[in-house]
């Protein structure tokens, strides 16, 4: 089940992530977009070579990705903030979850700094820690924990994984045709509603080698029924100002165990992007170490 669960967050992530300019992403979930007034909006298609006079100005889905590209190159910081729903029903019942992250990313050295909250009913948790390439501290109810160095590894390897940004936008212009541009205010926003075997590919890319194999197995028999993207880029610096991923997916068969699953899950994740390149580092507080038990 645990395992389900991942494979289902990498895919959100990845599509999350991707936007998000250190890739989250990555992995992991922030610059607010630009307020308009009825803003005008012209929509080109994917794969237009030759755009109406009027419409000149605004870029196709792959000079986009491009320029986002090219601008990820510069990030070298950043803050994103993430809403995550979820509704899942197994086995005939039902539960619902809300996720928020706030996370701080410094790409070089990769580090990061996450304050999580989940509530799952009338239970909410909250999770603050610290990633650095040195130890992960992980804070609950003001005591913290120093992770083992096989956690560290581990963690750390998916952070790099997917903070690699180019990679991200090259599996995206894969499905540039599939994707829509239009203008709102300061903001070009790129749209797609996207399913199937190609999401699940470039999921399995983004989470590379260190996947494991019950993680693998588990994605390859998702049904990923539904996947609608929203990413805005600010039109001057091409950076990432927010994204939203809508997706639906099913998945049917044993559960290990001798136990069988019937699940359904509906996830959306909203993402604003922030801070870009005004965090310098990743400090770990004194009192944070010294506070370890």
């Known amino acids: 089940m645990r ?13 999350a992530l991707a936007a998000c300019s250190t890739n989250e992403e990555a992995a992991n979930t922030a610059a607010p977009v630009a307020e308009t007034t009825a803003p005008a909006t012209t929509e080109t298609p994917a794969a237009e070579t030759a755009a109406p006079a009027e419409t000149a100005a605004v870029p196709t889905a792959e000079e986009l990705l491009n320029k986002a590209q090219a601008a990820s190159k510069e990030l070298k910081s950043y803050n994103m903030v993430a ?32 304050e999580i909250s989940t509530q799952t009913g009338d239970t909410t948790n909250e999770v603050k820690q610290y990633i650095t390439k040195d130890a992960i501290y992980m804070g609950m109810n003001d005591e913290w924990t120093k992770l083992p160095e096989e956690n560290r590894e581990q963690i750390m390897a998916g952070l790099e994984n997917t903070a690699n940004l180019d990679s991200s936008f090259e599996q995206f212009k894969s499905v540039a045709q599939d994707m829509k541009v239009t203008e709102e205010g300061d903001d070009y926003v790129l749209t797609a509603d996207l399913s199937g075997d190609k999401i699940k590919s470039m999921a399995s890319e983004m989470m590379g080698a260190n996947t494991d194999e ?24 091409s950076y990432p100002t927010k994204s ?50």
């Open 3 to 15: 395992k389900w669960g991942t494979a289902a967050l990498s895919v959100m992530m990845m599509a």
């Open 83 to 114: 809403d995550m729903d979820q509704t899942m029903t197994l086995n005939g019942e039902e539960t619902a979850s809300k996720t928020k992250l706030n996370t701080d990313m410094v790409v070089e050295p990769m580090s990061a700094y996450q």
């Open 214 to 237: 019950q993680t693998a197995a588990a994605l390859d028999q998702m049904d990923i029924e539904e996947m609608k993207l929203t990413y805005a880029v600010n039109k001057e610096t």
């Open 244 to 293: 939203i991923v809508d997706m639906t997916m099913s998945m049917t068969g044993a559960a290990g165990e001798g136990q069988e699953m019937d699940m359904q899950m509906h996830m959306i994740m909203n993402s604003t992007i922030s801070k870009h390149n005004e965090i310098e580092a990743i400090e770990v507080p004194k009192e944070v170490i010294d506070g370890v038990k």
